[in-house]
């Protein structure tokens, strides 16, 4: 079953605004990490946060973790056109073996 | 370095045929693994192996069979291909299964049953 929820699942925002989108999952986990994928691609990773993390930032991109909460989010500040694609959270389940499983994804639009 | 390459990109199958979508990484990577998207469903993982000879079942793993002879291949057999399985299958490698790694994935393989 699907362990990643996102949140919303579609967001149209206007160029130079930030877009926060949000992942709630369910069991305990090593990290979770957030991809991207442009329409008809493979994905790409973006970011990776610990499960005894609570913030990262990379460039544009910030991603939280609350453990207690079993949720993350992931802020695009300044978004630009080109960050028109779908994002996903998955997580890294605690165990031997870990399966990365991952959400349903949320389709981002930023407008020009 | 060319990462995860997948073969075919595009497949169309009729009902009750065999194939097999190949898989390969020059990553020296462990870890490699299957999955296919489907609208509105996200990704969801088929089948895995952490090394050379060792598989194991996913999520959804009926009508799949894998095999990992070495550990840059990774091949997904359909064994007799049904319309339910008419989508997009990415593969993906880590480094490991057990350290905090990022997975790299194919371009995908659009696969259509009719």
């Known amino acids: 079953s699907q362990q990643g929820e996102e949140d919303p699942q579609a967001l149209s925002i206007q160029e130079g605004e930030n877009a926060t989108m949000n992942c709630s999952y369910k069991t305990s986990i090593n990290n979770l990490q957030w991809y991207r994928q442009n329409s008809g691609r493979g994905l790409v990773h973006l970011i990776l946060i610990r499960s005894n993390e609570r913030e990262k930032h990379s460039g544009r991109l910030r991603v939280t973790l609350d453990t207690s909460k079993k949720s993350s989010s992931l802020l695009i500040t300044a978004s630009r056109a080109a960050d028109t694609a779908s994002y996903f959270c998955a997580t890294d389940q605690a165990g031997a073996n870990s399966k990365l499983t991952f959400g349903k994804g949320i389709t981002l639009s930023v407008r020009p | 370095n060319a990462g995860v390459t997948q073969t075919p990109k595009f497949q169309v199958l009729k009902t009750g045929q065999s194939m097999t979508l190949q898989c390969a990484q020059d990553?020296?990577?462990?870890?490699m693994s299957w999955y296919r998207q489907d609208p509105g469903m996200g990704l969801r993982l088929i089948h895995y192996?952490?090394?050379?000879?060792?598989?194991d079942q996913g999520e959804v793993p009926n009508g799949y069979n894998v095999s990992r002879s070495t550990t840059e291949d990774f091949p997904l057999r359909l064994l007799s291909a049904a319309p339910s399985q008419t989508s997009v299958y990415f593969c993906?490698?880590?480094?490991?299964?057990?350290?905090?790694?990022?997975?790299?994935f194919g371009q995908g393989t659009r696969l259509t049953v009719v």
């Open positions: 192996s952490v090394g050379a000879g060792i598989t």
């Open positions: 993906a490698s880590r480094r490991d299964s057990y350290m905090n790694t990022e997975a790299f």
């Open positions: 990553m020296n990577h462990e870890y």
